[in-house]
C-alpha cells in the first residue's frame, strides 16, 4: 500500500505557488494603485475630473483578491502541518532503510551521536524506500528508531507520516532488489 507523500508534495507544492501569485497580486495591486492613485490626483487638479479613483478601486481590490490568496495558502499549509501524523495505520512491506538521522529541534541540525542527547530534545526521522520504489521521510519516536539500521529492510507501520513500528527481515545474502537501480 502506498502512503499520499507524493500527493502531499503536490499540496505543498501547490500552496508555495498560490503563496507566490499571492504575492504578486497583491503587490502588482498596491502599486497599481498607488500609480493610479497619483494620476487620478493630477487629473483632479488639472482637469477638475476624478474619474481615475474608480480604477483605483479595481486596483486595490486586485491586492485584496492576492492577500485573501495568500491567507488561504497559509492556513492550509498549517492545517496540512497539524494532520501530518493523522490518517489510517498502513503496513508497507518490503521497505529498504535508506537513512536514518536525528535533528536537534531548536537549531535544526543533524546530530551524529544522538544518544548523547536527551531524547526530548531530539527530532527522529527514516527515509524508506518503499514498495513502489519511492523515497519516504518519516518521523518516529525514539524506541522506533533504535529499531531501525541504515541498510534493512523490514516491515514497517506508518500513520500519515509518522513510523509507528518497523520489523526487521533477514533477506540472507540476496539483496531484496537493487536499491540503485531506477525505477
Known sequence: MR??????LKERHGIGALLMMGGALAITGFLLAGILCLGATVGAARHGDATGMILVGTSLAIAALGLLLMGSALV???????????GPLQTLSPVYVVAAYALEKRTQATVPLWSEYPPDQLRF???????????EEFECAPEVFQTVGEGTTGEAV???????QFTVHSTGSQPLYDIYEDA
Not at 76 to 86: P, V
Not at 158 to 164: E, F, Q
Open 76 to 86: 492550509y499549509g498549517i492545517w496540512l502541518d497539524r494532520n501530518r501524523f493523522k
Open 125 to 135: 526521522f527514516v527515509r524508506l524506500r518503499l514498495p513502489d520504489r519511492t523515497d
Open 158 to 164: 506508518v500513520k500519515g507520516k509518522w513510523l509507528c
Open 3 to 8: 502512503t499520499k507523500s507524493s500527493s502531499m
